[in-house]
Each structure stands twice: as C-alpha cells, then as structure tokens.
C-alpha cells in the first residue's frame, strides 16, 4: 500500500477533547447491534482503577443491566418517567409552574428502556480499609460505614458517582460506544423495591446507558433548526476568578 | 499517552506542592475552557460555579484550610454525640505528640497550593430551548435557589463529571491535582472567615500544582502503603 492510501485508511486517534466533543445524548441505540460484553467489562475495569474516592471507600456500587434484561429496564424507566410526572406536579404546588406538561412521556429518556446496556449507580456502605480502621480507632469518622449517614453525605458519593461515569463515558467512547445519562428517577429505594428491583440496598444517584447510537438527540434539534436554541452557560457564567 | 495510562501513571494525592513554581495562568485557562465544552449538563443549566483561587490568594486558602480542619473536627463530635454511632472518641481529643493525624496533614494541599477550584451551586437561567418548555409545563428544577438541597445529587454527579474532566485537562498540561470534600456546607460560615465572595455552598474542592511530595511517598515511608486499598472490582460492579 503506497504511502497516500495509508495516510487516508490509517485512523488517527482523537484527543481526549475531541472525542469528548462527539459525545451527544442518545435518543435511540441501534436495536440488535450489541457492543461485546467485553469492551464493557474493559471500561467498567479501568473505571474502577482510575477514580479516586475519599477515604478510598468507593460508596457507591454500580448495577450493569445487559442486553437481555428488558423487564427490569422496563421496570427503571416507568419510574424515571413516573417521577418526571410528580416533579412536575410538586412544581405546580410550590409555586415554581402553572401547569405541567399534562403526562406526555418524554423522548429523550428511551434510552433507559431501549439499550444494550444499562448502568443503574447506588450509594453503598463501606467498611475502612487497613488503613483506615487505625485511624477510625484514633477517633476518625468513617462515615461512609454508617446507613444513618448515607444521605448525610450524598453529595460527596455523588461528586465521585459523576468522577466514575466520566472514566467509564471515557473508556466507552474511547471503543465507540455511546452513552446517555439521567438524574430524573425515584430515590426512595423502597419503590424500586416495590416494582421488584430489589438488588440495591440503598438510594440510586445516576443512570447510564451505552450501545451505538442509532440517533442522536441533536440530531433532531437540527432537523428542527432548534439546534442554536439549546446551549449552555457562558463560560464566563460558569468560572470565575477570584 | 492514552487517557487511562495519564490518569493511572499521574494522578496521586499531592502532599506538598513546589510553591516556587507556579503553572502559568494560560494551562489553567485552557483546561478550564476545555473541561467547561466537553461536560454535559442536565437541561444544559451546568447548575454550579467554580470559583478559582490563585497565587495571589493565599489568606483565602488558609481560611479555606481552617473551614476544612473544622469540619473534621465537627464531624467527628458528632458522630461521638450521635447515639447510634459507637463512636467515643475524636481525633482532636488525642494530645498532639501522640496523633499524627490531626490536623489531617492530607489536608495541606488546600491551604498551600498555587491554584485551588472550589466548586458551588448556582441558579440557573434557563435558555431559549428551556424557555419554551417551561411554557408547555417543563419542571427547571435548576432556577430556584430554594431547591439547591433538593437537586444536590444531581448537581454533585455533574460537578464530578466536571472535576474529572478539569482533571485529566490538567494532568495534561503537566500539573498535579487533589480532591477534597471534607469543608463547611453553609456559605455562612464562609462568611465568618472572611470569603464574603461566596454566596452559595459549596459541592467540591480541587489543588493543583507542581508536587514536591505525594501522599504515598509518605505512607510508603511509615511502611502504610498497603494498607490504603480501595474495595475490589467485584465489590463495586454487579452484573444483574
């Protein structure tokens, strides 16, 4: 092969920037084509390795629903679409909103119903390592120990539940593999309980899912000439310097 | 090198960092811009504000540091308070030659650094796109301050997503990093040490710097290396 033909079949690897830049919400993953349980294993592998966590406790742990659970995506999604609905109904109440968008189920979650991959992250107690243990007998809080302080100190798993997800989108795109994520769904365990969701002990904090997109959702915002419409802050708006 | 292979090789905790050798503002600025375009946002609302400290601040960083030592000390008081904890005993209770561990001296990077970011909730407004799903009934949930306590874990998971990105962007450019997530939650008591300039509470905490020494070299060097493990793969990941 002359040199020109390779230049043009060889592909270059994308920064870390731009393949984050090609990262878009997921409206619909491609139904049959299944990424190798493998790649996800491999992500999931180099997630773990590289996320810190305070006290490397790890208070989280993560539900990997594969490409043959339907029922219990099914299951997640009734109430991450259930809690769209009460959130909106709770808004009215306060005072937020005048109306509610009156239960239209909205598009954009499908990708927790339909996917090769779903991943469900849950606080989860710990108990300290070596390390810790000597310092909790010197007097330490290790609270990550404690079901009474799990939602004590949510916001600190939650901050390393996003670190997590970040690595794990990382090493997804990296195999080109996409993913979606949602912070709309009960917390309250006891309902995923109820529905028969019953591996979790504790609250949920994110929801992921991954396979190959079949479209994406600005894919649909362009077609709408709405694409401009949704933006994010300024940086300006976002960073500032003391 | 690959993305697993900076973070894995690059990132430890820091020690101490060189406070002779200071990164240029221009490295913070590109991984700040970078990691501001590549997170994903919830409504696109990106609902916390990171406000940087520089050089110049170091007042501001010792007041930061005795926010974060008083919270280690708070949270210990009240786990020995706390009935259902069997908890008898706080670190600052030991007399001080016989602990080593309070003050945590893993908390220094906050006070002695060249940049440290501390991130905050912040109301959003929402843009032209969300505008117009309010109007059909669309619940933004990000525009009231009133509701920063009831969203916090879906601000927190995008303020991590946020850090981890700023993070490896960092790493990048040559620089060392650091967490921390132990501080005082109510921007009251920011106020009370000077940091009228925060208005909002507080999500997370990253250092960054050259490091003169990281925290295993110093586990390493009191023979603690090993002790320090974070849980197993199979403790954290279950396939259903």
């Known amino acids: 092969m002359g040199w020109k033909k390779q230049a043009r079949t060889q592909k270059t690897p994308l920064t870390t920037f731009d393949l984050l830049e090609k990262r878009h919400h997921v409206v619909k993953y491609i139904k049959g084509k299944i990424p190798p349980k493998q790649h996800i294993e491999t992500a999931l592998w180099k997630a773990w390795k590289t996320t810190p966590s305070k006290n490397n406790a790890v208070p989280y742990k993560v539900f990997v629903y594969g490409p043959k659970k339907h029922k219990e995506k099914e299951l997640v999604h009734k109430m991450v679409f259930e809690n769209h609905k009460q959130a909106e109904r709770n808004a009215v109440k306060r005072g937020e909103a005048t109306k ?42 290790f609270d990550q120990a404690w079901t009474s302080q799990v939602d004590h100190y949510v916001d600190t798993a939650a901050v390393e539940v996003g670190m997590f997800i970040q690595n794990l989108s990382t090493y997804l795109l990296e195999q080109d593999i996409d993913v979606s994520y949602t912070s709309c769904f009960f917390r309250d365990i006891k309902k995923w309980h109820e529905v028969g969701l019953k591996d979790a002990e504790f609250r949920p904090i994110v929801l992921m899912s991954a396979g190959y997109k079949q479209i994406y959702r600005n894919e649909i915002l362009r077609k709408k000439n709405q694409l401009q419409d949704d933006r994010k802050p300024e940086i300006d708006e976002v960073v500032q310097w003391t | 090198m690959g993305y697993f292979e900076t973070i894995e090789s690059k990132r430890r905790h820091v020690r101490q960092y060189n406070l002779e050798k200071i990164p240029t503002k ?32 170091a007042k501001e960083k010792k007041a930061i540091h005795s926010l974060v030592v008083k919270s280690h ?90 850090a ?22 109510r921007p009251e008591e920011w106020h009370k040490v000077g940091l009228h300039m925060v208005k909002t509470r507080p999500i997370t905490m990253i250092s960054c710097g050259y490091a003169k020494k990281y925290r295993y070299q110093e586990l390493a060097s009191w023979g603690k290396l090993n002790w320090d493990r974070k849980p197993d793969q199979d403790d954290i990941i279950k396939w259903i």
Not at chain 2, 26 to 54: C, F, H
Not at chain 2, 164 to 185: A, H, K, P, Q, V
């Open chain 1, 100 to 141: 509610t968008e009156g239960g239209i189920p909205n598009p954009y979650y499908e990708h927790i119903k339909y996917n090769p991959y779903l991943f469900c992250i849950h606080s989860q107690t710990r108990e300290p390592n070596k390390f810790y243990k000597e310092a909790v007998e010197e007097g330490m809080f």
């Open chain 2, 26 to 57: 221009e490295s913070i600025d590109r991984a700040l811009y970078k990691a501001w375009k590549t997170t994903p946002g919830k409504n696109n609302a990106m609902p916390y504000q990171v406000l940087v400290w520089g050089p110049d601040k």
């Open chain 2, 164 to 185: 981890s990105n700023l993070g490896y962007y960092l790493l990048e450019e040559g620089l060392d990093i650091s967490y921390n997530s132990c501080f005082r939650r």
């Open chain 2, 73 to 162: 000390k708070t949270v210990e008081e009240e786990a020995v308070a706390d009935a259902r904890l069997p908890n008898s005993i706080a670190q600052a209770d030991i007399p001080i030659d016989k602990n080593k561990n309070f003050p945590n001296p893993f908390y220094e990077h906050v006070a002695l650094n060249p940049y440290l970011f501390t991130i905050h909730s912040r109301v959003s407004t929402p843009n032209r796109w969300y505008k117009a799903k309010i109007k059909e009934g669309h619940q933004y949930d990000q525009g009231y301050e009133h509701l920063f306590e009831h969203i916090i874990d879906s601000t927190a998971v995008e303020v991590g997503l946020f």
